[in-house]
């Protein structure tokens, strides 16, 4: 696998505040992330990742992202927790609400799905990737990971595959969710600071007894 050939000549700078619900893959190969932040080559280059059975999906979450946390493991239903690899800031004005995270690859996009607002939320929708993937065959539900979380998660089934080892590129569902207008991520009404390793979503399913060994053997927990 070639992981330099086909780099995009031209880079879009206002992608992101002009793409709604976007395709992960696009948005980044199009604006300015550099080939090795998203080539899947030097993922599976890195003999910490290339056999796990959870992996990063590019370079970029390789280096750094946050795997996320084994929470439990309770009749073969696995729930794992993703937490944020980098500070989200909220900046409220007049109603309006701007958002900014820093990473090259962001780590949430604009979206429009027909999702209303819950109460107790930004009105302005979201939606985050996933920088983490189980190499399996598996139905697998992203959920919200409880009242500490600084953001609303909406239930999402997602039919997740196995990683096709010669692909150039791993691409990501999209996850929506809102910013929470109350809770510990808010500074003053005007101004919030998610913190990092702050928790966005939980991924659950189920998951048969090899699958169950080889998290394990990840996590280095017995139960």
Request: with cysteine; proline share 7%.
């Amino acid at each position: 696998m070639d992981p330099v050939a086909n780099v995009p000549t031209s880079h879009d700078f206002e992608i992101w505040d002009n793409s709604y619900s976007p395709d992960f893959l696009d948005i980044n190969l199009n604006s300015r992330v550099p080939e090795k932040w998203m080539n899947f080559y030097y993922v599976l280059a890195d003999e910490k990742y290339s056999n796990r059975i959870i992996k990063p999906i590019n370079g970029y979450a390789k280096n750094f992202g946050v795997m996320p946390e084994l929470v439990s493991i309770n009749n073969n239903i696995v729930k794992l927790r993703q937490y944020n690899h980098a500070e989200i800031f909220l900046l409220v004005e007049n109603s309006k609400v701007t958002t900014m995270d820093r990473p090259w690859v962001r780590q949430y996009y604009r979206s429009s799905e027909a999702l209303e607002c819950p109460q107790g939320c930004f009105p302005d929708q979201y939606a985050f990737y996933m920088p983490w993937k189980i190499d399996e065959d598996l139905e697998i539900l992203v959920t919200s990971s409880g009242d500490n979380s600084p953001v609303h998660v909406f239930d999402k089934k997602i039919i997740n595959t196995k990683i096709d080892s010669v692909s150039r590129y791993v691409s990501s569902p999209l996850i929506p969710f809102y910013f929470k207008s109350s809770g510990e991520h808010m500074v003053n009404p005007e101004y919030g600071r998610i913190k990092l390793g702050s928790p966005i979503f939980d991924i659950v399913f189920e998951a048969n007894d090899e699958l169950i060994e080889k998290i394990k053997a990840i996590y280095g927990k017995e139960n």
